[in-house]
T-cell receptor, first 110, second 108 residues
């Protein structure tokens, strides 16, 4: 089975900190995605990547950046964390239409 | 851009009852996914539908895609507390987009 691993289940960071959320998949998938999930808003796409060193903005990229230096790893970066970035962050990878999600990182910015 | 609307937003049912969750798309669906999410956890893949009129079942959960490929329903028969969670429909629109989810609670 494809495994998508997010490095932290829970994170608490201070306003203004630089935050890295890591996602690793073990099945050589080309496509990787970062979503955030908020009550009443569902899942919203932040960034996605179709290949190494390639990235595309999703629906809500403001305040975020990403890095894909290796095929298996897709990092989400909050350059200067703010309280409105408190959320559940979900990473996914896909190949030929099948999507697999990580277990999520619940980030709280205080 | 394509949008997915789910209804109802929230559902509370007694154990043993049947229930249906609907997902309506603003455009033709070329791949419709159903996921379940336990509170505070990641998404678990349930089913994928691609063809108009297609129906798939897994245990007590049945999903259908209508002939026009713009609406899908998820039906749970004889619900159990283990069915509780958030159900999300997703669609392939260059990238995977989601409905806002349906929160299901099942009480004994």
């Amino acid at each position: 089975d494809v495994k998508v691993t997010q490095s932290s289940r829970y994170l608490v960071k201070r306003t203004g900190e630089k935050v890295f959320l890591e996602c690793v998949q073990d099945m050589d998938h080309e496509n990787m995605f970062w979503y955030r999930q908020d009550p009443g808003l569902g899942l919203r796409l932040i960034y996605f990547s179709y290949d190494v060193k390639m990235k595309e903005k999703g629906d809500i990229p403001e305040g975020y950046s990403v890095s894909r230096e290796k095929k298996e790893r897709f990092s989400l970066i909050l350059e200067s964390a703010s309280t409105n970035q408190t959320s559940m962050y979900l990473c996914a990878s896909s190949h030929a239409g099948g999507y697999t999600f990580g277990s999520g990182t619940r980030l709280t910015v205080v | 851009s394509q949008e997915l609307e789910q209804s109802p937003q929230s559902l509370i049912v007694q154990e043993g009852k049947n229930l249906t969750i609907n997902c309506t798309s603003s455009k033709t669906l070329y791949g419709l996914y159903w996921y379940k999410q336990k509170y505070g956890e990641g998404l678990i893949f349930l089913m994928m539908l691609q063809k108009g009129g297609e129906e798939k079942s897994h245990e007590k959960i049945t999903a259908k895609l209508d002939e026009k490929k713009q609406q899908s329903s998820l039906h749970i028969t004889a619900s159990q507390p283990s069915h509780a969670g958030i159900y999300l429909c997703g669609a392939d629109a260059d990238k995977l987009i989601f409905g806002t989810g349906t929160r299901l609670q099942v009480f004994p």
